[in-house]
């Protein structure tokens, strides 16, 4: 995601020279008109927006990873699933040949009933640990939405005050 555009590089080909030209003036001491303040909001935001695209992307990376390992779990329950299947088949095949002993087939449902009820307690722990990874997932996003408007409040509260202490020391500095 983090891939600087043609635009983006066009954006800062036009306003290098004005940044330069600002930073010339202002070493100066000569004071910053709305467009100088306009352009350097500008860059700023340019340079805020690249941080959020290295914070996306990270945040993109961890989903992948989550993604990676939901895909082993699915395979490791499929494999529990064919591996269970495949006692299910052992155990009827046991069964068929224990009808003569009444007693050892009542045995041997009464394991495999076991076996089911902890394959349903298996696959309702699965669920929740999958609602419970949803959950996960919305606050994570809840969480990055409060931390990019906090991040933006900080950022425009900052170029607030910087103009504004830049306004004062214009205009100490012009008495």
């Given at each position: ?35 100088d303040i306009n352009t350097l909001l500008l860059k700023s935001q340019f340079n805020h927006i690249n941080h959020l695209d290295k914070k996306l992307d990270e945040v993109t990376a961890d989903v992948s990873t989550l993604k990676l390992e939901f895909v082993g779990l699915k395979s490791e329950f499929s494999s529990l699933k ?94």
């Open positions: 995601m983090n891939k600087q555009t043609k635009i983006d590089d066009i954006l800062m080909q036009m306003i290098s020279p004005k940044l330069e030209e600002i930073g010339d003036r202002f070493s100066k001491g000569e004071g910053l008109n709305n467009e064919y591996e269970v299947k495949t006692e299910i088949s052992e155990l009827k095949v046991e069964i068929g040949s224990l009808k003569t002993d009444l007693v050892g087939l009542r045995t041997d449902v009464n394991i495999l009933k076991g076996d089911v009820v902890i394959i349903k307690a298996d696959i309702s722990s699965l669920k929740i640990g999958i609602s419970d990874l949803k959950i996960d997932i919305a606050n994570i996003k809840t969480d990055i939405q409060t931390a990019i408007n906090k991040n933006m409040q900080w950022s425009i509260g900052l170029i607030a005050f910087i103009v504004t202490a830049l306004k004062v020391i214009d205009t100490v500095w012009h008495r």
